[in-house]
């Protein structure tokens, strides 16, 4: 069973940028991994996802041509760029992974690490 480590998070004002780092260890990530995201009172939602090759990506409406999905799989490391970051980006961000974006979420969740954006 793969490990996932989350972490990056932090505070930051509106209009900022942070980077998101996922590790995995124990096994390496399957095919796609993905960003998730849960704000308090709400449900987790998806946020984007990755190919192995990085060649298919997918985002989420409301983070679309702000936020960017990468993989570095020689250090077996996905990432999440997030620009011009909006309070309502304030959540948990969680990664998972699976070998189809369908069932992206077939390993166990980590802890996440937090996003806050003031105003």
């Known amino acids: 069973q793969v490990q996932l480590v989350e972490s990056g998070g932090g505070l930051v004002q509106a209009g900022g940028s942070l980077r998101l780092s996922c590790a995995a260890s124990?096994?390496?990530?399957?095919?796609?991994v993905g960003w998730f995201r849960q704000a308090p009172g709400k449900d987790r939602e998806f946020v984007a996802a990755?190919?192995?090759?990085?060649?298919?990506?997918s985002y989420s409406d409301s983070v679309k041509g702000r936020f960017t999905i990468s993989r570095d799989n020689a250090k077996n490391t996905v990432y999440l760029q997030m620009n011009s970051l909006k309070p309502e980006d304030t959540a948990v961000y969680f990664c998972n992974t699976g070998p189809t974006i369908a069932t992206i979420e077939g390993a166990s969740w980590g802890q996440g690490t937090q996003v806050t954006v003031s105003s």
């Open positions: 990755i190919s192995r090759g990085g060649q298919i990506t």
């Open positions: 124990g096994r390496t990530f399957s095919l796609y």
